[in-house]
């Protein structure tokens, strides 16, 4: 999970810079979180990111492939299994990019919350287009600006420190924004409202994001732990659902992963990348108290 609100106070950087200015917090919280990430470097980032030099902050979805595993014995098969789990968590940023609707390379999008970069460096492999992220951690954007500057991308995809829900794009001037596992760290009805003032009429909005299941009655102690790794609030469906059609932004698709992410997380606490919270993950899903869910949602 990554997450991008910091200060009301921003600078844009320009496109050859790999540095980042760092703001003063607009509240202990949002402090809290700019060290919390700022300090993060789990094995399971960095290790999944170093297959290909797409560093992602999200989980994965799909079927594992039993066959590019090999035997359990083999000297290979845990690197085979960070290279399968890095699959995956691509496959979820793909399909993310799938829903985005159709994207010229004249067009501008945003990554809220962008980590270190990844789901960017896809959008405009993908695309062509600019793609501006946005996250409180001074040390992502760092990373992610020298990842697009490797590249040989920075004029295209750039990382800045600043606030998600004040940010310094023109009404209007964005054709798609994503959120991909940012959205825990923030008040729902203000990131809409943002993402529904940049974007053009007509632009779509994607998140995939846990979300506390209503049906449960209440979050569940598995959700509990998980807030508390991750110094987060996660919301529940019915949340985003309102939030969304109270700041103009009209659902196109809503579609339950939950089935298509517990492989990921089975096959993760197999793995020497465990971090505490993978039993959480599995245990919530298969309660039903959590549930993984992609949204699309255009601009009206």
């Not at 991750?230 to 969304?244: D, P, Q």
């Not at 196109?252 to 993978?278: C, F």
Request: proline share 4%; charged share 25%; aromatic share 8%.
């Amino acid at each position: 999970m990554d997450s991008s609100v910091t200060s009301t106070e921003f600078t844009t950087l320009d496109s050859t810079s790999s540095a980042a200015f760092v703001p003063s917090p607009a509240s202990p919280y949002q402090g809290d979180i700019a060290r919390y990430w700022d300090a993060e470097a789990r094995p399971v980032n960095l290790k999944l990111g170093d297959v290909d030099g797409l560093y992602h902050h999200h989980y994965g979805i799909g079927d594992i492939d039993r066959a590019a595993l090999g035997d359990v014995e083999d000297s290979a098969y845990e690197k085979k299994l960070i290279a399968e789990l890095h699959r995956l968590e691509s496959a979820q940023a793909e399909l993310l990019l799938d829903h985005l609707g159709p994207i010229g390379s004249e067009d501008a999008l945003v990554d809220a919350g962008c980590g270190r970069g990844g789901s960017s460096v896809m959008a405009h492999q993908r695309f062509g287009c600019k793609v501006e992220g946005v996250t409180l951690s001074a040390a992502q954007a760092e990373f992610g600006n020298k990842r697009a500057k490797e590249l040989g991308i920075e004029s295209h995809v750039h990382a800045q420190v600043c606030n998600m829900l004040d940010t310094p794009f023109e009404k209007g001037s964005i054709a798609a924004s994503w959120n991909n596992e940012s959205s825990m760290y923030v008040d729902l009805d203000d990131l809409f409202a943002e993402h529904s003032r940049f974007l053009k009429v007509g632009g779509r909005y994607v998140t995939i994001t846990g979300c506390w299941n209503p049906r449960y009655g209440q979050p569940s102690k598995w959700v509990s732990q998980i807030n508390a790794h991750f110094e987060c609030n996660i919301h529940s469906r019915r949340e985003y659902l309102k939030a969304m059609a109270d700041n103009r932004l009209v659902p196109q698709a809503v579609i339950d992963l939950t089935p298509e992410t517990l492989p990921y997380w089975e096959l993760r606490a197999t793995s020497s990348l465990v971090t505490g919270i993978e039993e959480a993950f599995i245990n919530s899903y298969k309660d039903g108290s959590f549930q993984y869910v992609l949204i699309a949602a255009d601009r009206v």
